[in-house]
């Protein structure tokens, strides 16, 4: 199957007020669910109206739950406990890997206003841009574990290359039982974007091409390995496979084109 994806949108925006409802909504119409496992109950229904007290624990909840207990902002690239088995040993081999520093573990934060993180360099182009503090990044627009785009990224800065643990969850389904092809071509845009990011600075997707393999299954872990082919003036070639953990499935393969905005160059 041959698939063309083009322009996948970048972030979310939603008003405090959105996010009381869509808080509400998940905590009335949605259970977690065992990520090694695909669910089919995922559909969100609106019950009925916003309690303000209600709303207000549920506040108070999502604050928490974005930031550690030290109060920094809180790095979602970490185990959680909806990782399962196969996703915590893909992530441990990368950890082995960057003890050397040839591998660098990108940390991960909700919004752009979290992204000052020493290590950060990728978001930092972000804050020279007007995005509210409730401006979500979109991979991370979900308030419980497990339930959409669970992943880390772990960057080789002299390879350009960059590659995503990534375990779907049960709110990704397109097919019953499978990820939607959109949310692998966001994941990929993702993880090649950051190869773009590293090499050009301020860049953003001109397109995106993506060879649709094998479906992947909910709840998997899937190696997202992206890379920089070229720079040509502005130009940022890169292609990117997905793979099955045990390396012996492809999934998807992509290739992609970047356009420097700036001539802001990193490296
Ligand atoms: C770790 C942290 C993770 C976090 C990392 C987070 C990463 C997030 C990644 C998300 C990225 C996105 O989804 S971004 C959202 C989706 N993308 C968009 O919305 C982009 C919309 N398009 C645009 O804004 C524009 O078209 C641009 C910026 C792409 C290009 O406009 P421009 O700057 O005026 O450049 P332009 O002169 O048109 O083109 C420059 C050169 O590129 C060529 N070119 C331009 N477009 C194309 C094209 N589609 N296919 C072939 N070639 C093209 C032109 O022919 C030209 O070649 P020559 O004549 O020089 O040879």
């Given at each position: 199957m041959l698939s063309q994806v083009q322009c996948v949108?970048?972030?979310?925006?939603?008003?405090?007020?959105?996010?009381?409802?869509?808080?509400?909504?998940?905590?009335?119409?949605?259970?977690?669910?065992?990520?090694?496992?695909?669910?089919r109950d995922t559909e969100v229904f609106f019950h009925g109206p916003v309690h303000l007290c209600t709303a207000g624990v549920r506040a108070a909840f999502v604050l928490s739950t974005q930031f550690s207990q030290s109060g920094q902002p809180k790095d979602y690239a970490l185990p959680n406990a909806s990782w399962s088995q196969g996703m915590l040993n893909l992530y441990n081999e990368f950890v082995e890997k960057s003890?050397?520093?040839?591998?660098?573990?990108?940390?991960?934060?909700?919004?752009?206003?979290?992204?000052?993180?020493?290590?950060?360099?990728?978001?930092?182009?972000?804050?020279?841009?007007?995005?509210?503090?409730?401006?979500?990044?979109?991979?991370?627009?979900l308030d419980e574990e497990g339930l959409g785009f669970e992943y880390v990224m772990f960057l080789n800065p002299s390879e350009k290359r960059m590659v995503t643990v990534y375990q779907p969850g049960p709110y990704l389904e397109g097919h019953p039982g499978f990820a939607h092809g959109g949310s692998t071509a966001a994941i990929i845009d993702s993880t090649i974007g950051g190869c773009a990011i590293f090499v050009a600075g301020r860049v953003m997707t001109a397109n995106l091409s993506i060879d649709f393999k094998n479906p992947i299954p909910l709840g998997s872990v899937v190696l997202v390995d992206g890379k920089v082919n070229r720079m040509e003036g502005r130009k940022v070639f890169l292609s990117c496979q997905v793979w099955s953990a045990d390396g012996q499935?492809?999934?998807?393969?992509?290739?992609?084109?970047?356009?420097?905005?700036?001539?802001?160059?990193?490296?």
């Open positions: 949108p970048s972030s979310l925006c939603c008003s405090f007020l959105s996010q009381l409802v869509f808080t509400r909504l998940l905590s009335e119409n949605s259970r977690p669910q065992p990520s090694n496992g695909a669910s003890k050397d520093g040839t591998w660098k573990r990108i940390p991960s934060y909700r919004h752009s206003s979290d992204s000052r993180g020493k290590e950060s360099y990728f978001l930092q182009f972000l804050e020279g841009e007007k995005m509210s503090k409730d401006t979500r990044l979109f991979l991370r627009s499935t492809l999934h998807a393969e992509a290739t992609a084109l970047f356009i420097q905005l700036d001539s802001l160059s990193r490296r």
